[in-house]
């Protein structure tokens, strides 16, 4: 199969960067163990390594970080929901109502 026609979601190339440089396994590895094409792999830990020092993104690293960004974002978006809800389940279920 041709290498170059695959498409990886961007957590997916988070998640490979960060096994290489955060738990230390080699491109090597990860290329064999899971049938990647070894430029992509090292091209996604270098954006990722570039992020880690400060370097402004880039689109390849606003495509990899995206996922990780709008998932705090809704998570910070979704505390006034939650207390909403909270309060309004306690309001429903107090005797008055």
């Known amino acids: 199969m041709n290498q170059a026609n695959k498409h990886y979601e961007a957590a997916f190339k988070l998640d490979v ?6 738990q230390g396994l080699g491109v090597v590895q990860v290329v064999n163990g899971m049938k990647i094409g070894r430029t992509a792999v090292r091209r996604w830990v270098g954006q990722y390594r570039a992020e880690q020092w400060g ?3 880039t689109a390849g690293l606003q495509r ?3 996922p990780e ?3 705090r974002q809704l998570k910070s978006d979704n505390g006034p929901l939650k207390k909403a809800s909270a309060f309004y389940a306690l309001w429903a279920s107090s005797p008055a109502h």
């Open 17 to 22: 960067a960060r096994m290489v440089v955060n």
């Open 55 to 57: 370097k402004p993104f």
């Open 64 to 66: 990899i970080r995206q």
């Open 69 to 71: 960004t709008e998932g």
